[in-house]
Structures are given as C-alpha cells and as structure tokens.
C-alpha cells in the first residue's frame, strides 16, 4: 500500500560552482504614481476623455498640493502679473494656484499650499472658494488639514519646524482617523489608477533615469537604462525596473555584484494617505520569472546603505503519479488559452491569474491588484459601500473553504535565492555633502560661508530621498533539494521480498526444503504401494511355501 501512494525522499546537497548567473534584480519605488509626470501627462491629454480621468485623479491624490521646497514661490495676479510670495490667486473665476490651469480649486474645497518664506521656515495657506462666488485665503499653522472628498489630506513638511498655532486652530483642523475611510479612500485611488492603459500608468510613474542615479555591476558602468533594464507596471508599486545581464560571475563578495543608488523624490509622493512609507521595493529571482513584488521581496527604506547576500537554492519534484504532483507547464492547469506564452509557469504566478479570473467569472470585473493578463475587464470598486466589495468577499470566502480552489501546483524546478540582509546608514556625516552634489541637490555645501540654514535644509532632504542596494553572491556553493521516488522497479521488488520474509517467513532456502520434502514424500509413498503389493503377491495360496516377511520401514527411510 505504501508503493501505491507514490511517495518520495527528500535529499539535501551542497555543490560548489565555479560560475554562476547573476539573477534578474527588480526595484520598484513605493510611490505609485509622480506627480509632475501626472501633471505633463494631463497637459498633453486636455480637452479629450483621457484628460478628464487624468484630472480626477490628480485631484483624489492630493497632487494638487504645492510640496515643491524651492525657495522663491510667486503667485500671480488674473492678468498674470507677479505679485509677491506666500500668497494665493484669489481672483474671479476658477481659483489657480501658481498659474497653474490644472490646479484650480471648485467651490466648496480647500486646499494647503507649502511655501518657505525669507527666514526659512514656511507658511501653510488656505484657500477657499466659496459656494457664493467669493474666495478667500487665510494661513494657518503648519498641521494636517483635512480636505473635503476630493482633495485628500496632505501633511507638512517633517523637516521643517512646526509654527505655533492656538488651540482653537488646532482643534478645527486636526483630523479624526477613520480606518474606513482610509481604506475607501485607497480602494477608490485604486479603481481609477487600474483603469488606466499600461502605457498610461508608466508615463504617470517614476521613471528609471530619475529614480536609478547610479548602476555598477562587477565594477563596470551599467546606467545605460535602456541596454541593461526593462520597465515593468505594477498596480501596486507603479513602475518597476527590472536588471538584467548575460554574465556570470565568477567571485563572490560584493565588488563583484549589483550595486544601485535611488533616487525617491519624496516631493512628488501622492498625499491623502495613499503612499504612506518612503523607501523602495527590491525583488531578487531568475531572469525567466516575472517579478511579484507584492508576494516577494524586500522593503528598504531611505537613508541606508543595504546589502543582500545570496545563496543559490535549486529544488526539483516529481510529477503524477507522485504525491508531490508538480506541474512544468500551464498545459497542466485551467488557464493555458488565457495565459499563453505571457509568463513562465510559476506557482504563485498562477494562483495570481486563478485569483483575477474568479473574480472576473463572478463579479463581472477584476481586483485592482490582480490584473496579471489583459482580458478587458474593468477594475472593481471596492469601497466597503460599493457591492462590488461584497462580490469580492464571498469569492474570497469561497476559496477560504475550499468551495473553489485553484487548479496550481508547485513547480518541478525551481530557483529561489536565501538573502541575508543587513543595514548601515547612507551617507554618513563626511559623505553628505558629496552624494547630495552628485545627486544635484546641493550648491555649495562645502563651502565654509555657505549659510548653515541652507546645509541643515538641503541635508534633510538628501537624507529623506536616498539610498543604495549591493546584491551580490556570499559564495558559490548551490544548494540543491531533489525530491525522488522512494520506491523505483528494484526497490520495489526488493521491498516486497523483505515484507514476505518479515510476515511470511518465507525465504528461497525454505522454498527448497519444502521441494526436497514433497519429492520424498512422493517416493516414500510409491515404495509403499510397491512393497504393499508385493507382500500381497507373496501371501496368496499358492504361494505360502514361499512366504517371506518383508522388513518394516519407515516412509522416510533413505537407505
């Protein structure tokens, strides 16, 4: 019974290489969505459909919020005159902010506008445009205010010293938290960012040049965006980029590796709580597989220089009839005329296009995350008030009991990487000044009569933007997991006449003896029919002058 349910034995083992290849390397930032690319990209769409969706989003992600730290900020006058700083246009019509035809205010909301004033610290402006037609600007203290549905909460600057206010201002514009809210706010962003074409999507995210500054592998250039990494969209980390190279390496040890310096452009993070961390996302796997942010790797955050260690790790199992029941291909699964060649086959690749397609197949639209394969559905809505949420749930529910489950099984060969991971700060107290001036967000700080406000300003915000990565191999050994039948032909044979000698007692020594002991007793009954009927022949009548007695053996007597 045990052969019949196919089971198989693990082996462990270590090999050294002398070359391995470089794994793909995919960085994403965490910020979705950059709000000068957002705001060009509606410039060039305005007046069509796609400007209007573009404008609606702009307003939901608080982009319309003024975090540029420049030092001078001018408003102008209706007929475009300038009129000084820390002021907003007040003036008949759509309220504009920094002549700013996309940034108007409608009736009724607010807005909070960033400015550094002369003594370099900033002021927190309030517009409004009032339902009567008036409109008026009043500056309040540097704290949370909270915008009305379509314009999102923003927050200032942390690097900045907070103004005092009163509390009465304070109590009216302190926020109340609501995790509903929060969650509808996020679900809602979501709904209309996934509605967007993928070329669209990419054109509003970061783009690799501003966010990769610096690229080394093995101690050569690799900057070259377009020779070395290919752009990818993420619905949950907007635009990802992904390293690639043909290159093997020969030596471990991080001079010998991946080395990268970002760039995060907080200031054009989304606001309203929809891009709440800071930092990158970085996804280590093999070339041939597409990279899953959301299910693997690693979240940094700025200011640190981090390395990641690898240890190649190669596993292999079996397929049907086998209990392990690995799949090589999407021919084994319900999604092959879906999927095509799109992605390798990938266990969690395919539990992904399972997930978008339930929903699909129930819900007549797709979870904003799960839009793996274009297949021309909309994007669901899921704000806890839309049925689109409920719709979601009790797919979600039906697959927590196993009503539906997903035909996806682990994969026959796989290549993941162990990292070991650790952190120091980036840079330092005697680098700053060079890294910010190679990023180009310093003047002169080296220079002693540079004025100390200055440095303090333009270190904190270096500070809040940077990072760098090193991924390299910590040696070249491989670790490899091979799965195997416990039971082939021969051992299968050997195994049953281990279990007949075990429970039977049955050996081919006793077969033998057995032979032997059935041939004598066919030859001790033939001789006693012989003898048997000889002693009759002698006894008749005739024959008693002749009569002799025959000698009494046994059956097994053998002479």
């Not at 019509?93 to 108007?104: A, M, S, V």
């Not at 029919?529 to 097994?556: A, D, E, M, W």
Request: glycine share 6%; with cysteine.
């Amino acid at each position: 019974m045990d052969y019949l349910s196919y089971p198989v034995t693990t082996a462990m083992n270590l090999k050294q290489a002398t070359a391995l290849p470089f794994p793909a390397v995919t960085v994403c930032n965490l910020n979705r969505v950059h709000c000068t690319n957002l705001r060009r990209l509606f410039r060039r769409n305005r007046g069509t459909e796609l400007g209007n969706q573009l404008e609606r989003l702009y307003q939901v992600t608080s982009c319309s919020v003024v975090r540029r730290m420049t030092r001078s900020n001018h408003r102008y006058s209706d007929n475009g005159n300038n009129v000084g700083n820390n002021h907003v246009n007040t003036g008949v019509g759509e309220l504009w902010i920094d002549n700013d035809p996309l940034r108007y205010l409608p009736q009724g909301k607010m807005e909070t506008v960033y400015r550094y004033t002369d003594d370099n610290s900033y002021a927190n402006t309030v517009a409004e445009n009032h339902s009567d037609g008036t409109k008026s600007s009043r500056l309040v203290g540097g704290t949370i205010l909270r915008n009305s549905a379509s314009l999102q909460t923003s927050e200032a600057p942390t690097s900045l010293a907070t103004p005092t206010v009163s509390a009465t201002d304070e109590e009216e514009i302190k926020p109340q938290i609501n995790q509903t809210q929060s969650f509808n706010d996020l679900m809602n962003f979501l709904a209309l960012y996934a509605n967007f074409t993928e070329e669209d999507r990419i054109a509003m995210g970061h783009d690799a040049t501003g966010f990769i500054r610096a690229c080394t592998f093995s101690g050569k250039s690799c900057s070259n965006i377009t020779l070395f990494f290919k752009t990818i969209s993420s619905t949950s980390y907007g635009n990802c980029f992904t390293f690639t190279t043909t290159r093997r390496t020969v030596m471990p040890g991080k001079d010998y590796g991946l080395s990268m310096e970002l760039f995060l452009d907080q200031s054009n993070y989304i606001g309203g709580g929809l891009s709440p961390r800071a930092g990158a996302r970085v996804v280590v796997h093999p070339p041939s597989q597409f990279p899953l942010p959301n299910e693997n790797g690693l979240t940094i955050p700025p200011h640190t220089a981090t390395s990641t260690a690898l240890v190649q790790v190669q596993v292999t199992r079996e397929k049907l009839p086998y209990i392990t029941n690995c799949t090589s291909g999407w021919e084994r699964t319900w999604y092959e005329a879906k999927v095509g060649d799109a992605y390798r086959y990938s266990m969690e690749q395919c539990q992904r296009i399972c997930l978008q397609l339930a929903f699909e197949d129930f819900c007549s639209c797709t979870h904003p995350i799960y839009m793996d394969i274009s297949t021309g559905v909309s994007p669901c809505n899921l704000t806890s008030d839309n049925r689109d949420y409920a719709c979601v749930g009790r797919v979600l529910e039906e697959f927590e009991t196993r009503t539906r489950e997903c035909s996806c099984n682990m994969d026959c060969r796989e290549i993941t990487y162990n990292m070991k991971i650790s952190q120091a700060a980036w840079p330092n107290e005697n680098n700053w000044c060079d890294v910010a001036q190679r990023f180009g967000m310093a003047r002169a700080c080296k220079y002693e009569k540079y004025r100390s406000d200055y440095r303090v300003r333009e270190k904190q915000l270096l500070l809040q933007n940077v990072l760098t990565i090193d991924v390299f191999f910590e040696n070249l050994r491989v670790q490899s997991i091979d799965q195997h039948p416990t039971y082939k032909l021969q051992n299968f044979v050997g195994s049953l006449g281990g279990a007949l000698s075990l429970y039977l007692g049955i050996t081919l020594f006793m077969l033998l003896e057995v032979f032997e002991v059935f041939v004598r007793l066919v030859f001790a009954l033939f001789y006693r029919g012989c003898c048997f009927f000889y002693q009759r022949k002698l006894t008749g009548p005739h024959n008693q002058s002749r009569r002799r007695t025959v000698p009494q053996q046994g059956i097994f007597y053998t002479g």
